[in-house]
């Protein structure tokens, strides 16, 4: 009798906590902000934003792999801020965008707040549509390169700086002497590549300006969204809300669409400051070197 009772109570508590977990299952799916990683919604627009200077792709790139790589995502609207940036990293984030429309399928559209120029332009051009405010700066197309030269400086602290080098052009754009014509030239030569690079990113994603036109708007000038509606540069106008309306227009979903939005970073702490900093990715973002004390091409408004 007491063995028949304690599988009773076995079975019992097992299917109570079968039906616990089910109940925390649906709550999670309920109340999640975003529909959780169990949701059933297949009507999602994720936005994902692309605000400040574009340092670096890596971020942005593998929020975008991860709504393309999920079947329940119809569209991804880039909300972008951006004045541009890094000319690889600004091509490393356009070449994700083209990736999710070929590859995954996916619409993704451009919903520009304040500024959307250079590296943002850039990549919004690989975009599915392009939508800005009457008032928000886009345009800029063309390339910078830019550094500080602190030789008088140092002459003045009687300091003299020593490099040996494999070639003639191997310290090209040292902080610390003149650039010679040669070396000019030089530079001139990858920035004229680079900006043709930018104009076939241009002509690739706006088939209704030719090459020729695309030059002659690409002075590095920025534009108003008026003007560059105007000049074909983008397809309309209008805010976040009219944008994400569009976008769910454009993939066919009826009524209101499910939001979605990449996790929120966590917040570092002091301890995490303390054991957790990498040296040498400060380094390598150059937030250990003065401004400007080392040569960096840029698709970059200023």
Known sequence: MKRFSLTTVLIVAGFGFVVFVAIILLAALLLSRDGGFVGLGGDRIAV?????????????????????????????????????????????????????????????????????????????????????????????????????????????????????????LKDVGSPTREITPKERAYLQNLINQMFEQFVSAVADGRKELTRERIKQLADGRVYTGEEALREKLIDGLGNYDAVLKATAELVGIKGEPQIVT???????????????????????????????????FEYLWK
């Open 48 to 168: 994902v934003y692309l605000e400040g200077v574009i340092f670096n792709s890596k971020t942005i790139n593998e929020q975008l792999k991860m709504y393309g790589d999920d079947s329940r995502v119809r569209a991804i609207l880039l909300r972008m801020d951006t004045p541009g940036g890094g000319v690889a990293a600004s091509q490393e984030i356009a070449d994700q965008v083209k990736w999710l429309r070929k590859e995954k399928g996916k619409t993704v559209v451009i919903s520009m707040g304040s500024v959307g120029a250079s590296g943002g332009y850039y990549v919004a051009c690989a975009a599915d549509k392009i939508y800005a405010n009457p008032g928000t700066i886009t345009g800029s197309i063309g390339v910078i390169a830019e550094w500080v030269n602190y030789g008088n400086l140092l002459k003045w602290a009687q300091m003299q700086p020593e490099v040996i080098k494999s070639g003639e």
């Open 262 to 296: 990449p996790p929120r970073p966590r917040r570092g702490s002091i301890l995490d400051l303390l054991t957790s900093t990498d040296v040498g990715e400060m380094i390598s973002n150059n937030t250990l070197q003065p401004p400007g004390s080392t040569l960096q």
